[in-house]
């Protein structure tokens, strides 16, 4: 007994869960990420013949919305997979051990599976001063240093552990920073999103379960399954945006209809997510579906890039709600007046060039008639 | 009738290509600054229709694609004719590198822009200041290409925007991306008032047909600025 891992399927059976619903969670799990018909049985087999997943679950400056968002995930199978099927053998929120056992829980983690278990953190690390997140006695950073020593992966949940969210929003009084800045040497999954869709949550967890590799990545190491498109460009507002159609006010007639909610300030355009594809709440809705602009919850920074309801960000050190375009209309002004007075001095001072006098020193004839 | 006689030599200064280029680029700067604004600040002038009787904001931004691959060709050709052109479009000329340029740029700050002594300006084609100045315009063309089509590349399997895929990454995403693009805008719109403003201003002040040069390629020189220049050249050349 001591030595059998139970598979993710003997527990989901085990759990209650027909077969039937056990194939319909792959197939889902398959189009998601994005894989070919015969995905679905590959990852059905891996669901049924590796052991568990053993996991770490860190809780550092952050506010458990995305453990929040995982446990509301569409599927029961979904929640059931990080909640207690993947072996989360240590989270700080939902396990039921507390102190010293919990501390030796994720040891224990540590000391068993050496390259095989994987390092899930919510929250961003604080090195203004490490005291600022303590854990134990233990600050964030030396707690997150120890367990990625022997990690197979890291898994950033959401914005605070992707790129800092709003502790990392100026000033920053933490020195909060994301995970990949703070260690090195091993994969990081940068799960966007404040916080992430619990599907696409699940999503990344079945990849790295079925294929033993991490999915395959964007530039700022998000996957590209769930974060290759904007939300613009997957939005069914977008026919709004390309007639030219738009909300000016919440009450007014385009937003009635529905209208794109671009002049609004929505961040969609300049925003990777799946929010307008899988959606939330059980494929429900998304922000702009139930009439409200996107405020780009899954782009780094995107706290100092408000305000939300403004379509271009202020500048920075030019005050609140100074956008590029008052900059841009300011300085225009100041070069006409520059432009206006220079013409006026030219008139004056180089008035005998301009009525053909000749200048000092210059050798110029001149007929008049 | 007023006029004068003065000896003046015509000297082809802009070759044909080095003019197609630059009323190119006019046509694709004002062009992309006018939907570039428009795409960033939409008038909503529709109300009370449906989307599929419209496109117009689709097509606003379609032109701005389209000027925006013309300009980036035409600036990647002006590049090449850096290499190739004649003495006055070389690349050389945009680099102060030398001493005399530098020397230049400060007397055409106190000759054309402080006014505050009166000396000839040697230099045929561009002079030293508006040719940094133009390097400077150059630097902001690539960033505004990189910046371009990195948002671009990101709804495009084509191999050119791809190639800009990197672009998002390392400004730290779409959001820095975009007000970049913005802000480099006003940039083009203050250079154009205050080129076109000094094209005015020279061909006012010096009467060597700059305005028409970029027409016809010919400026009017003084002739002893002509024989400096010829005497330099042979110079350099033996030397």
């Known amino acids: 007994m001591e030595n059998h891992k139970p598979t993710f399927y003997e527990e989901v059976r085990g759990n209650g869960v027909s077969r039937r619903d056990f194939l319909k969670f792959c197939t889902t799990m398959a189009a998601f990420l994005g894989l070919e018909a015969s995905g679905v049985a590959q990852i059905a087999k891996a669901l049924q013949s590796k052991p568990r997943l053993p996991v770490i679950w860190f809780h550092f400056q952050e506010c458990t919305c995305c453990s929040e968002s995982f446990i509301r995930a569409s599927h029961p199978i979904v929640a059931n997979i990080v909640l207690d099927k993947i072996s989360l053998d240590y989270q700080e929120t939902l396990m039921a051990a507390s102190g010293v056992q919990a501390e030796d829980a994720y040891k224990a983690v540590m000391a068993k599976y050496p390259g095989e278990y994987i390092v899930m953190v919510e929250g961003s690390i604080p090195t203004e001063n490490e005291a600022y997140c303590c854990i134990g006695g233990r600050s964030a950073l030396q707690i997150l240093q120890e367990a990625v020593k022997n990690c197979k992966a890291v898994v950033a949940w959401g914005n605070c552990a992707s790129a800092g969210c709003v502790q990392a929003a100026s000033p920053n009084p933490t020195g909060a920073k994301p995970v990949h800045k703070v260690i090195s040497g091993k994969p990081v999954i940068n799960v966007q999103g404040c916080p992430p869709i619990a599907d696409v949550m699940a999503g990344v967890v079945v990849h790295l379960l079925t294929f033993d590799r991490i999915p395959q990545l964007d530039g700022l190491n998000r996957p590209k399954a769930f974060y290759s498109r904007r939300v613009h460009d997957t939005c069914y507002r977008r026919a709004n945006f390309d007639a030219g159609l738009f909300v000016e006010s919440f009450d007014d007639e385009g937003a009635k209809r529905g209208y794109c909610l671009y002049k609004m300030g929505c961040k969609g355009p300049v925003t990777y997510n799946s929010c307008g594809i899988i959606k939330w709440n059980d494929s429900v809705s998304y922000p702009i579906q139930s009439g409200h602009p996107c405020i780009g919850c899954s782009e780094a920074g995107f706290w100092d890039n408000g305000p939300f309801y403004q379509h271009l960000p202020g500048v920075a050190g030019f005050g609140v709600e100074t956008t590029a375009d008052k900059i841009g209309v300011g300085l225009g002004v100041a070069t006409a007046v520059g432009i206006a007075g220079h013409a006026i001095v030219t008139n004056i001072r180089k008035h005998k060039e301009i009525i053909n006098e000749p200048a000092e020193g210059s050798k110029v004839e001149t007929t008049k008639e | ?239």
């Open chain 2, 1 to 239: 009738m007023r006029s004068r006689s003065t000896n003046l030599r015509e000297v082809h200064v802009w070759e044909m290509p080095v003019r197609v280029y630059h009323w190119i680029n006019a046509l694709c700067i004002t062009t992309l600054c006018i939907t570039g604004y428009i795409i960033g600040n939409p008038p909503a002038f529709m109300k009370g229709t449906e989307a599929y009787f419209n496109f117009w904001f689709g097509t606003v931004r379609f032109v701005h694609f389209i000027s925006a691959f013309l300009f980036f060709f035409n600036f990647i050709f002006r590049i090449y004719w850096g290499f190739t052109g004649n003495e006055f479009s070389r690349w050389n000329n945009f680099i102060p590198l030398k001493r005399s340029q530098w020397k230049e740029i400060i007397d055409v700050i106190k000759v054309d822009v402080l006014q505050v002594t009166n000396k000839q300006i040697d230099s045929i084609g561009h002079n030293s200041l508006a040719s940094l100045v133009y390097f400077i315009t150059f630097l902001i063309f690539l960033l505004q290409c990189l910046t371009g089509f990195g948002m671009y590349g990101a709804m495009s399997n084509a191999f050119l925007p791809r190639l800009f895929a990197w672009v998002v990454p390392f400004l730290g995403g779409d959001m820095n991306v975009r007000q970049i693009h913005h802000l480099l805008m006003w940039g083009f719109i203050l250079f154009a008032l205050i080129h076109i403003y000094l094209v005015f201003y020279h061909d006012y002040i010096e009467r060597r047909g700059v305005t028409s040069s970029m027409i016809g390629g010919w400026k009017f020189i003084e002739e002893d600025v002509v024989e400096r220049h010829d005497k330099q050249a042979e110079e350099n050349q033996k030397g």
